[in-house]
């Protein structure tokens, strides 16, 4: 069994938690303070429950602070993506050249940052289809069956960690092992892209989306122009075929960034549309519904009083 810790006690953060400690692994949640370290020790531990929220399981798994002195074998860093730099910053010297660190973030950006801030470990990114939600603090509702694509940041002499990849499995996380990382990780800024937005102007969860054909069709047909002009031909493949998927497939989730504005935290925004919308300008790729879109989204966070980046 693996000893692993977790940092970012959000929906899938807790998700794979709790599946971890079901399957007998050694499983620490890393919290940001004492505050929060005292509100999880109060609760039961971190509760996983069914779509429909028939059936909850509470799994009592230990929490420490950053500061904790324990090495980390395997971290499992579930932040939002603006939070990663600081949070892995934060149990850097607790990192070793054994060490290996799953990198769970939506968008583009911060995994090569983060792996820039650790040469001398070996940083995965992680690419999930996955749906669920946290009905309250710690507690994870599955919302849909989806797969994690799992792959070497950076070029390594190492072999793929099959022994990962199988325990992942073995835990209830359908995972898969890819040497072509960075095609995925586009793939999923695409998906996301047709997907969150809409999620949030409509107030819907992903399901309802099939109410808006039009509108998820134009999004894809110039999601998979600008991943052509990116460079990512094979990501731009079955493109539109593989969000109508995702929408099915994860129903009844509510989108994360439709999560955050209803909690109202800050989004993701800059690593989602905001991060497609730059590289169409730089690649001189017109997006003109995409950018349009991205418009919109911000005038409903400014609306909100969130941050627009």
């Known amino acids: 069994m693996m000893t692993w810790h977790i940092l970012g006690a959000g929906s899938l953060g807790c998700l794979w938690a709790a599946r971890l400690a079901a399957q007998g692994h050694k499983v620490q949640l890393i919290l940001r303070d004492s505050t929060a370290l005292a509100r999880y ?11 429909q929220r028939q059936h909850s399981n509470y799994y009592p798994i230990a929490a420490q602070l950053a500061s904790d002195a324990q090495a980390i074998e395997y971290l499992l860093l579930a932040c939002k993506a603006y939070d990663a730099q600081t949070a892995i910053s934060q149990v850097a010297q607790r990192l070793t050249a054994n060490s290996v660190v799953i990198l769970l973030q939506n968008g583009l950006g911060s ?22 939600y946290l009905a309250e603090p710690f507690h994870s509702v599955f919302a849909g069956i989806g797969h994690t694509v799992l792959g070497d940041l950076q070029p390594t002499a190492q072999a793929a960690p099959a022994d990962l990849v199988e325990a992942l499995n073995a835990a209830h996380i359908p995972c898969s092992w890819t040497d072509q990382i960075a095609q995925d990780l586009w793939r999923k800024l695409a998906i996301n892209c047709a997907i969150n937005p809409l999620t949030v102007i409509y107030n819907c969860n992903n399901g309802a989306l099939n109410t808006y054909p039009e509108q998820v069709n134009t999004l894809c047909a110039e999601l998979e122009q600008l991943l052509h002009a990116v460079g990512q031909p094979a990501a731009a493949q ?61 005038n409903m966070l400014h609306a909100h009083g969130l941050p627009t980046t």
Do not use: K
């Open 41 to 51: 020790q109060a609760t039961p531990g971190i509760g996983l429950s069914d779509a």
């Open 111 to 132: 995994q090569q940052a983060i792996q820039t801030m650790l040469p001398q470990v070996r940083c995965l990114a992680a690419s999930s289809t996955e749906g669920a």
């Open 238 to 298: 079955d493109l539109t075929q593989r969000v109508w998927s995702v929408i099915t497939n994860t129903a009844a989730n509510s989108s994360s960034m439709r999560q955050d504005v209803h909690n109202q935290r800050r989004t993701e925004i800059s690593f989602i549309s905001g991060f497609a919308c730059a590289q169409s300008l730089a690649l001189e790729c017109p997006t003109p519904a995409l950018h349009a879109l991205h418009q919109q989204l911000q």
